[in-house]
């Protein structure tokens, strides 16, 4: 893995020959949000750098598609994708979903199957009876009193600063929430007529843990559940899960999305920090980890930005657009 060094200057006017890395055309650019361009410790403010802003302005104003992937649910992403100049095709929900803000027309969404969702909960409590539970779709996020406390979710003011509305909360054991003794009814053997449930929709299930660190808790339900839904984590120093259908990971929706405009993975350059982040930076083309991100990114991705703190991703492509850019 190479090391790319961040600019000292921020992006100035594209050249007006194509982009390229190692002598392709970079057609588009795929980035992860927190911890990636938007530090930890503004996750909830939505302060992206004006380095940063300028260098994706910079991109598209030279013809590339900017793509924001991450593991963020499409209400979170409305303030960061404006202030990056509204996007809008975004990969959300660990691809899961991806949603066009601009014309705020859902594209495409895979969701888990309920038997899934629930055997793969089992299982988790299995692992630990005291792990807590929270279940999200596009239009609400299911709760345990367990999960929200020490999060934005326990104190009102928190949740009006993200943005998230108290219509959008539906706080209970997701059992309950989810209607999970409805589950069969909805499912009657030989009819011919299939009801919709409430649990049909959940593109997203969260497990949280306080008895081990989050690599063990996602080796422990990835070896136990793994063939029932795609577990990772994006957290980091806590032992947060984020499970999706079986398949369903960044990588998955950005081939597809990629594929429909005719983009290669030779002609994208990709970063991010997590292990939510690994299959994408193995499949886009060239790569980059961030210094600041954790081990696992930076073995799957080809090469390592700067610090997010340090406009890490905002230097790559500073670097891309004036032709200086040494991968």
């Known amino acids: 893995m190479s090391t790319s060094t961040p600019s000292a200057a921020p992006a100035g ?46 991109a598209k104003e030279a ?49 888990m199957s309920s038997e899934s969702l629930f055997a793969a909960k089992d299982i988790i409590t299995s692992i630990d009876p005291d792990a807590a539970f929270a279940a999200e779709t596009l239009d609400h996020l299911h709760l345990e009193e367990p999960f929200i406390h020490g999060s934005l979710f326990f104190e009102k003011d928190k949740r009006d600063a993200a943005g998230v509305s108290d219509e959008e909360l539906r706080l209970g054991p997701l059992d309950e929430t989810l209607e999970r003794d409805s589950l069969g009814a909805a499912r009657t053997p030989g009819s011919d ?14 497990a949280k843990t306080n008895t081990m660190d989050p690599d ?71 790569s980059w980890a961030m210094a600041s991100g954790h081990p696992m990114a930076q073995s799957a991705a080809t090469h390592l930005a700067g610090a997010c703190d340090d406009d890490g991703v905002a230097a790559v492509i500073e670097d891309l657009l004036s032709g200086s850019l040494q991968p």
Do not use: C
């Not at 007529?193 to 969260?206: E, Q």
């Not at 983009?263 to 292990?275: C, H, K, N, R, V």
């Open 13 to 58: 006017n594209p050249q007006s020959s194509t982009p390229t890395v190692r002598g392709r055309a970079v057609k588009l650019i795929a980035s992860d949000i927190d911890g990636t361009i938007l530090s930890y410790s503004s996750t909830q403010s939505g302060a992206v750098s004006e380095r940063t802003v300028e260098a994706f302005r910079a």
């Open 63 to 111: 013809g590339i598609f900017v793509v924001l992937v991450t593991g963020r649910p499409v209400r979170w992403l409305r303030p960061i994708s404006e202030k990056l100049g509204t996007i809008g095709p975004v990969i959300a929900s660990n691809g899961a979903v991806v949603y066009d803000l601009a014309r705020d027309r859902l594209i495409s969404e895979e969701v």
């Open 193 to 206: 007529v299939t009801s919709d449930h409430v649990s049909d929709r959940v593109v997203k299930l969260l």
């Open 216 to 286: 063990e808790f996602l080796h422990r339900v990835q070896r136990r559940a793994g063939h029932l839904l795609t577990a990772t984590h994006s957290a980091p120093g806590v032992s947060l899960l984020e499970l999706s259908a079986r398949g369903v990971n960044k990588a998955s929706s950005l081939r597809r999305f990629a594929a429909q405009k005719g983009i290669g993975p030779e002609e994208i350059i990709a970063f991010g920090d997590m292990p939510n982040d690994i299959e994408m930076l193995q499949w886009a083309g060239t």
